[in-house]
């Protein structure tokens, strides 16, 4: 099972911005739809955006004109950037990458928004 690498999660005030990775030079990445996902304490995993190999995104309804995710396929790298990110954001973010019956995972990156 080949794991995403994620980064670029940490702590961060409401309103203020960060920008998560995803990286696996090991598979056929610009075949794969890649997506984030995340996880707040005591909840499901849910869909935060997701892209297809084209590049056309989709977004939750709850992270719709603040979060912006892209891929760029000669790096093997997909990214998330998050703006004006609220406390209910909080959460561990995963990244995906789905191809039929393929289904790779990161194992997390932290996102803390605090007053």
């Known amino acids: 099972q080949v794991q995403l690498l994620e980064s670029g999660g940490g702590l961060v005030q409401p309103g203020g911005s960060l920008r998560l990775s995803c990286a696996q030079p090991e598979i056929s990445f610009s075949l794969y739809v890649m997506g984030w996902y995340r996880q707040a304490p005591g909840k499901q995993r849910e869909l935060v955006a997701r892209?297809?190999?084209?590049?056309?995104?989709n977004y939750s309804d709850s992270v719709k004109g603040r979060f912006t995710i892209s891929r760029d396929n000669a790096k093997n790298t997909m990214y998330l950037q998050m703006n004006s990110l609220k406390p209910e954001d909080t959460a561990v973010y995963y990244c995906n990458a789905a191809l039929g019956p393929l289904n790779h995972w990161g194992q997390g990156t932290q996102v803390t928004v605090f007053s």
């Open positions: 892209i297809t190999t084209d590049g056309v995104p």
